[in-house]
């Protein structure tokens, strides 16, 4: 079965310094992978994902990703943290080999908190 | 430029009576999805629209229907709203299989549900 694991329920960053949040995932074929990001009362937005190719994934607003195979991560960084980042953060997934129309399977989501 | 629209954002009804909620599409997407999101928890997939093709989710309660009468336009029918069911009704829409966009989902703002 697929999953996606979030270990963090909130992380806390200063305005300025580099963040990072976590996600593992499991699939029984290659993965896509995606990050959303959600602000209170709104609908998800796409951040970037992994399909193929190179390992680190560059998105919107100064994010990247990192694919990391051996470890099944897939953790979302960014250099130097805004205030208006704060947000929830979704990891999803779903199997390549699955035919379309599948649901991403999203893990719990991460609060994301950057004090200024 | 809106491409995935979602009415009415807020929806109040009354246990037990039916609800219909909206969703359009200005990307000619051939995938069309209906998510349910509580409090502080993933998205869920209810259910799945690949063109006129209806797919539904395995453990998606029998209160909850769902009509799509052309490509743009999908609805989410609650039948008999329950108080369980007061949620985030999130509709997205995805290319199909195959396309370089690699099934990127879009998400509308979601419609706020609240049964009294």
């Known amino acids: 079965a697929q999953s996606v694991a979030q270990p963090e329920d909130q992380v806390n960053v200063a305005e300025g310094n580099p963040l990072t949040v976590k996600c593992t995932y499991s699939?029984?074929?290659?993965?896509?992978l995606f990050w959303y990001v959600q602000y209170p009362n709104r609908g998800l937005q796409f951040l970037l994902k992994?399909?193929?190719?190179?390992?680190l994934v560059k998105g919107s607003y100064g994010f990247e990703a990192e694919f990391n195979k051996s470890q099944t991560s897939f953790h979302l960084k960014k250099p130097s943290a805004l205030v208006s980042d704060s947000a929830l953060y979704f990891c999803?997934?779903?199997?390549?080999?699955?035919?379309?129309?599948?649901?991403?399977?999203f893990g719990k989501g991460t609060t994301l908190s950057v004090s200024s | 430029d809106a491409m995935v629209i979602q009415n009415p954002r807020y929806q109040v009804t009354q246990f037990g009576k039916p609800v219909t909620l909206s969703c359009s599409q200005t990307?000619?997407?051939?995938?069309m999805y209906w998510y349910q999101q509580k409090s502080s928890q993933a998205p869920k997939l209810l259910f799945h629209?690949?063109?006129?093709?209806?797919?539904n989710e395995a453990d998606t309660p029998d209160n909850f229907q769902s009509r799509r009468p052309n490509t743009s336009f999908c609805f989410l029918d609650i039948r008999s709203p329950g108080l369980g069911d007061a949620a985030m009704y999130l509709c997205?829409?995805?290319?199909?299989?195959?396309?370089?966009?690699?099934?990127?989902?879009?998400f509308g703002p979601g419609t706020r549900l609240l049964v009294l």
């Open positions: 997205a829409t995805s290319p199909p299989s195959g396309r370089a966009s690699g099934e990127t989902q879009y």
């Open positions: 699939v029984s074929g290659n993965p896509y």
């Open positions: 992994y399909i193929t190719g190179d390992n």
């Open positions: 999803a997934v779903r199997d390549i080999e699955v035919q379309a129309g599948t649901a991403l399977i």
């Open positions: 990307l000619n997407h051939n995938v």
């Open positions: 629209y690949y063109d006129k093709d209806f797919n």
